[in-house]
């Protein structure tokens, strides 16, 4: 089946599970949606994380898209039931493959999970978590400076470190034996990570897992690309600043190219009286 | 005249330009608009920022403002000029005032200015800076780790003392004698500002300085409210989030009373064909 898999984040930091997809699924369509125009999600509410990623999945419907990934784990823990419903086809967030990962590592049950706001304070790893091992202990701890910090590129910067022993000061007195770095822009991280956590813990990268899972599920539901590519892989992006091409590459770990930016409030218009109505989400 | 000011920020670091204007206008009705569904702006393209500068401008229009007050320095860098062709109504932005004192406090004219990439990268305050002094020597630094750091509240934290020093570090030794603080998220890092460049420079608060020449051009054009406050201040958000009352009321330095938020994406759908082109706009 050659319809491509649909990625779309926040922003760019969903790219690092393209990266994973590549290298997993190297004969796989990609067609991938980078909302910078509203970057970040983590820092919103509930509802608007919701509408947002509703539209998102919207614009990549567009392209016969066969499976949808939502690379962004502040959309996964928040809107995740919401696209399954509303979407055909299946729709895979980080939170679950992330979380199964660290349940199958972990053999004290004892789990840290980092990740933004939104993510950490809607409790979907930790329900998650549960819901596979219910006797697991998880401490979850939201950390909004590590994705600035990762987008000014201070990735092993003293300042970095700093914020890093002080958002983990408490979760390391917990005897955890495993982290989730719950937030696409973590895995750039992972040296400073390490660094404070030390050696002997395990570092779930939810992009990496999901990739996992995708493969997974292309494989039973019999939709596995066997023709090898027929695209190049493409970007869209609602808005392209300066640094782009660079932070982008830095998170694909190679040169981002087949970039176009999409005005993304035109599209919205057009949808017009389809977009969900904001009203009816994030009520529960 | 007692139509209302109308004020918009990206989110509401614009609330110090109101608590200044509450102070030195009293009598004034104030409708503020904060794009939190959107903030930041900082990080965002030039073409985009003046998308969404017209588009708040329009939202505020709705009320029959009588003047209004950008109080978000990346859109007074980029937008104020967009802003003034397309309306007509007087448009105030932040960095006009902030450079005026600027060049009014300075002795030995070496002057720094700090805010987000979007505003650095423009030279808006280098030019208006210059404009009044040309043998003025400005140096800017992009700080886009200070607005996070004030969101997360971490305003006198070591952390933020040392994200202080990396940034300020080349432009002390500028001998620089005056420091615009060139986003409205600012004004609360003032106090750790100090700890950094010392007791004798002088730091500029655009938004204290845009609210005395907001005052200056309503007497100018004979349209200050004689009559006393009609209406309490409004506040119209695009997004809620969790922490919303707890900052905002740091940044007016009361409690943010009158709230509502707005489903600002049907506002734009309503306005629809009318909404300016983006393809007109960010070419020089």
Redesign the interface.
């Known amino acids: 089946m050659k319809d491509p898999i649909g990625i779309f984040d926040s922003g760019i930091g969903g790219l690092t599970v393209v990266k994973e997809l590549i290298k997993l699924l190297p004969d796989e369509n990609l067609i991938y949606f980078g909302d910078?125009?509203?970057?970040p999600y983590g820092?919103?509410?509930k509802r608007?994380i919701q509408?947002y990623a509703l539209e998102d999945a919207n614009f990549l419907l567009q392209y016969n898209i066969k499976l949808l990934v939502v690379a962004c784990n502040s959309a996964s823990s928040l809107a995740l039931s919401v696209l399954q419903e509303s979407l055909d086809i299946p729709v895979i967030g980080v939170v679950i493959p992330g979380a199964q990962a660290a349940v199958d590592l972990s053999k004290n049950k004892r789990i840290g999970v980092i990740g933004t706001?939104a993510t950490i304070?809607s409790g979907a790893y930790s329900a998650q978590i549960k819901r596979l091992t219910p006797d697991a202990k998880v401490i979850g701890q939201p950390c909004?400076?590590l994705?600035?910090?990762v987008?000014?590129g201070?990735l092993d910067?003293?300042?970095t470190q700093?914020?890093l022993k002080?958002y983990l000061h408490d979760m390391m007195r917990e005897d955890i034996d495993t982290l989730i770095l719950g937030c696409t822009h973590y895995p750039l991280l992972e040296p400073a990570i390490r660094k404070v956590v030390g050696s002997e813990k395990h570092l779930i990268d939810s992009g990496r897992e999901t990739a996992k899972a995708v493969k997974e599920v292309l494989m039973k539901e019999d939709m596995l690309n066997l023709k090898g590519k027929t695209i190049q892989n493409k970007f869209f992006v609602s808005?392209?600043?300066?640094k782009f091409a660079e932070v982008g590459s830095r998170f694909l770990g190679q040169p981002l190219q087949n970039i176009e930016r999409i005005?993304f409030?035109?599209f919205?218009?057009q949808l017009?009286t389809n977009?969900p109505c904001?009203?009816n989400l994030g009520k529960e």
Chains 1, 2 share one sequence.
């Open positions: 910078t125009a509203r970057i820092t919103k509410s608007l509408q706001t304070n909004p400076l994705v600035p910090l987008e000014e201070w910067d003293y300042v700093l914020t002080k808005d392209i600043q300066e005005d409030e035109q919205l218009i017009g977009v904001a009203e």
